[in-house]
Antibody, heavy 122, light 106 residues
Framework: EVQLVESGGGLVQPGRSLKLSCAAS????????MAWVRQAPTKGLEWVAT????????YYRDSVKGRFTISRDNAKSTLYLQMDSLRSEDTATYYC???????????????WGQGVMVTVSS | EIVLTQSPTTMAASPGEKVTLTCRAS?????MHWYQQRSGASPKLWIY???KLASGVPNRFSGSGSGTSYSLTINSMETEDAATYYC?????????FGAGTKLELK
């Protein structure tokens, strides 16, 4: 069974940093690209970043480029999101997501973790 | 980036009622995917590649559409279907989601 367990969230002041982790199990982690998706309180879903299966390629939404860094440790089956220079608009629940891959497409949100809340406030 | 517009924003349906949710894309996409998110829970992939049901999804659900117009239909509303449904496209970078339709039980 695929399991994704996020940790590392909390309350942080604007301008400070936080690092999220996502521990994966139930599948061969090193075979899959992974993503972070966030959801601001009472709002919709928003893709944040994606990393390739081997970590060689990373992609970010414009609003987090230069501030967030996605990375992975395949030996530990763990995904990370380093968040620097945090802003109030980064306040959200952050989900780790594993894709499913069909004959036709890659679907980012095949499996989701339970999410971790990040609150940016003074 | 492709903007997905879902309608209605909120709706209520009675048990047994037929429900149709729509998602319109600002540019043509090859496929649409749908997620169900119950209150306080993580999203779940519900329909993928426009019309394929994810594992465990009841067959009262169906999906259809092409180009810029897609829909999710529930043949006969049940209590457990009350949730927010999001459409998502991955045809064009970056992945984008609709703002969601909140479906309530009447």
């Amino acid at each position: 069974e695929v399991q994704l367990v996020e940790s590392g969230g909390g309350l942080v002041q604007p301008g400070r940093s936080l690092k999220l982790s996502c521990a994966a199990s139930g599948f061969t982690f090193s075979n899959y690209g992974m993503a972070w998706v966030r959801q601001a309180p009472t709002k919709g879903l928003e893709w944040v970043a994606t990393i390739s299966y081997d970590g060689s390629s990373t992609y970010y939404r414009d609003s987090v480029k230069g501030r967030f860094t996605i990375s992975r440790d395949n030996a530990k089956s763990t995904l990370y999101l380093q968040m620097d220079s945090l802003r109030s608009e980064d306040t959200a629940t952050y989900y780790c997501a594993r894709p499913i891959i069909t004959m036709m497409v890659l679907i980012t949100g095949g499996y989701w973790g339970q999410g971790v809340m990040v609150t940016v406030s003074s | 980036e492709i903007v997905l517009t879902q309608s209605p924003t909120t709706m209520a349906a009675s048990p047994g009622e037929k429900v149709t949710l729509t998602c319109r894309a600002s540019s043509s996409v090859s496929y649409m995917h749908w997620y169900q998110q119950r209150s306080g829970a993580s999203p779940k992939l519900w329909i993928y590649e426009t019309s394929k049901l994810a594992s465990g999804v009841p067959n009262r659900f169906s999906g259809s559409g092409s180009g810029t117009s897609y829909s999710l239909t529930i043949n006969s509303m049940e209590t457990e279907d009350a949730a927010t449904y999001y459409c998502q496209q991955g045809s064009s970078y970056p992945d984008t989601f609709g703002a969601g339709t909140k479906l309530e039980l009447k």
